[in-house]
């Protein structure tokens, strides 16, 4: 395990590290000192174990997916962050942010959201711990999500418009970078999945493994009376909800399965497979894999599902790959429809389109999982996409 924590330049291997400008080099330095000396606090933790429990609703439950297993011959479970408050995963990350702004003296927060929903995420960790929040958000995006927009102001948090490019995620990272080298004294900024400088991807993944920790005893083939997992599978967008169920298994004979968006399929280029079609390049401030052009340029994703639409991935999923820690595979957005379709039907349970892509792939792979004990990060569930489905259906 020790082989897999970042070195003191924040590389895992050889990706990561912290590709950022100078003026914001203080910050990521005060930043990794401040999480480290909480992280090492038993009162930090003690904090954050009670927002988990008592806000956030952790631990999630396990649940076999009885009609499921029978329909595709397996032993089918999944980790329920579904259920978690805000109804997704990315709540874990944005309270441990939150928490640790707070106890940094930080006054304000700033985030950058592409469909919104880590700005939903962050929003509701600054509403409950009473901090000023501002979300960076591109204008196309502003009115193709108008109800997250709306859900942010509820909660008391200002939304910026980015008018600047095509009004996308890149955009709205980009303002938010400028904001956070201007205010950084007053200001952190929560990244929401386990990409960008260190110490972030770090910091994010330890936010995060708590999935991971709750399914080994939820599920330790003794006690619980639950099975050990066989395979372990989780959706990669930014790679956070995968980090968070793989990291405690890394290592361990359980299989570690991460897919990734196919889009309309790899051959077409629109897609968001950065470890299945990309390479190694520097993006957001670390090394990792990427989709990009011969020149060097970085290329846009394509996925039906918004948290799945982005050009990198998490640096120590990188590192995963090419130790062969974790396998990485892709899944189109046809395949994920389908997917989201029989999850509904068979198990009262609509998900995430991005959970939906790693349900596609074990359905596809049945004959190989045969008979073996499966867990699916159920990373989020699937309310905010039913009218994009509807559409599509049409
Ligand atoms: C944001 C999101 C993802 C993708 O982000 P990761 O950092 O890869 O986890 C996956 N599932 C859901 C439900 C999301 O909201």
Redesign the pocket.
Known sequence: MTLIRPDERGRFGEFGGRFAPETLMPALLELEAAFEAAWSDPSFHAELRHLLRDFVGRPTPVYRADRLSQELGLDLWFKR??LAHT????INNTVGQALLAKRMGKPRIIAETG?G??GVATATACALLGIECAVYMGATDIERQALNVYRMRLLGCEVIPVTKGPGTLKDAVSEAMRDWVATVETTHYII????GPHPFPWM?REF?KVIGEELQEQMDGGDSGRPRPDVIV???????????IFYPYAGSSVRLVGVEAAGHGLETGEHGASLVAGSPGVIHGSRTYLLQDDAGQVLEAHSV????D?PG??PEHANFKDRGIAEYVSITDAEAMEAFHLLSRTEGII?????AHALAWVANERDDLAGKTVVINL???GD?DVQQVAALDE
Do not use: I
């Not at 109804?87 to 990315?90: P, S």
């Open positions: 962050e579904d109804g997704a995963h990315k469909a929903q880590h929401g999945s386990v990409v994010v995060q989780a959706c990669v967008g930014g790679g956070s909800n995968a980090m968070g599902s918004a948290g799945l982005y991935v998490g998900p995430a389109l991005e959970t990373s989020g569930r905010k």
